[in-house]
Every structure is written in structure tokens, then in C-alpha cells.
């Protein structure tokens, strides 16, 4: 019996799965650095040689930008990543970007960099459309903390409201 006892409190253990709590991540070429889970990070956009071979050293494989800029794609596949380009705006994540996000968080090579231009606003709001489409053990709060901690700022309230207002899509979608 004890063995069995002992045998069931080590497979409880192994399951249970502590929940990610965002981690800064200290960097000198990207800001706003952030390890938010497993696969997915967010910070500011990578400008020029320095900020692609810091994503490069963080092991970084798709890079996510949210920002209405141009992305460097021809920098990033020389850093031996690619680049994924879905522009946001500061009023919220409409419900076809959320599914698009979703698809790369559950499809796309990882670690995942998510940026917006400062890493504070539109990234954040970004990584919690795509932290709740592929982890069900990501709720509001955790969404609603990340984003404080992340400065989004509350003033744009499509972003700080997206973890009550978002639907996640479903797996056919």
C-alpha cells in the first residue's frame, strides 16, 4: 500500500504543471524582453544586426510583428528565422487576427518572438490572443497581469480589455 501511495504522489507530481509566470529577460539590443511561456517571448522591434543576434542567442525560431512597419524579413532569415507580419492596431485584436495568431502559436517553429515597436502595447495584447488560443490553463487574470506587467497602457482599452472581450476560435476554425 505504501508503494502505492508513493507511486501515485510522484505521478501527481510530475502532472501537475505550475503555471508560467512572465520572466524579464535581460537584453541590451531589444527592450521589453519577456519569456512569457515556454514558446512564446515579447520585447520591442529587433532594429538592425544587434537586435536580430540577440533574438538569434534567445534561440529565437518565428518572429511575430504586430507594428505597422515593414518587417526585415531578408535580416531575419540571415539570423535563420522567419518572419511573420500581422499588423494591429492600438483599439484591439479583431476576431480574424486572433485566429491568425492562434495558428502561429500552435503551428509555427518556437520560441516565438512577439513585437510590437516599444514591446509595451500591441505585443503584449498580441501574446495574450495567442497564450489563450493554445493554453487552457491561461485565464484572465494571468492575461489581465501579463499586460500590467508588460506596461501595456490602460488608456488603449481594446488592448487592456481584450482577455474578457476575446473568443477564442475553435480547433476547426
Not at 79 to 105: C, N, Q, S, T
Request: proline fraction near 8%.
Amino acid at each position: 500500500m505504501k508503494i502505492f501511495i508513493a507511486g501515485l504522489l510522484i505521478f501527481l507530481v510530475g502532472c501537475s504543471r505550475a503555471p508560467i509566470v512572465p520572466t524579464p529577460v535581460e537584453a541590451t539590443a531589444i527592450h521589453n524582453v519577456f519569456r512569457v511561456s515556454d514558446r512564446i517571448y515579447s520585447g520591442s522591434s529587433p532594429d538592425g544586426e544587434a537586435g536580430f543576434a540577440e533574438l538569434e542567442r534567445l534561440g529565437i525560431k518565428t518572429i511575430v510583428s504586430v507594428d505597422g512597419a515593414t518587417p526585415d524579413v531578408e535580416m531575419a532569415q540571415r539570423h535563420g528565422m522567419k518572419y511573420v507580419h500581422l499588423p494591429i492596431g492600438y483599439d484591439g485584436v479583431p476576431a480574424d487576427r486572433v485566429r491568425e495568431l492562434g495558428k502561429v502559436a500552435r503551428d509555427f517553429a518556437s520560441p516565438i518572438y512577439v513585437h510590437c515597436h516599444h514591446g509595451k502595447h500591441r505585443g503584449p495584447a498580441a501574446v495574450v490572443a495567442m497564450q489563450m488560443c493554445v493554453d487552457p490553463d491561461w485565464n484572465i487574470n494571468q492575461a489581465e497581469e501579463w499586460l500590467k506587467s508588460a506596461g501595456t497602457d490602460p488608456r488603449y482599452k481594446g488592448l487592456i480589455g481584450l482577455p474578457k472581450s476575446m473568443a477564442c476560435p475553435s480547433k476547426q476554425e
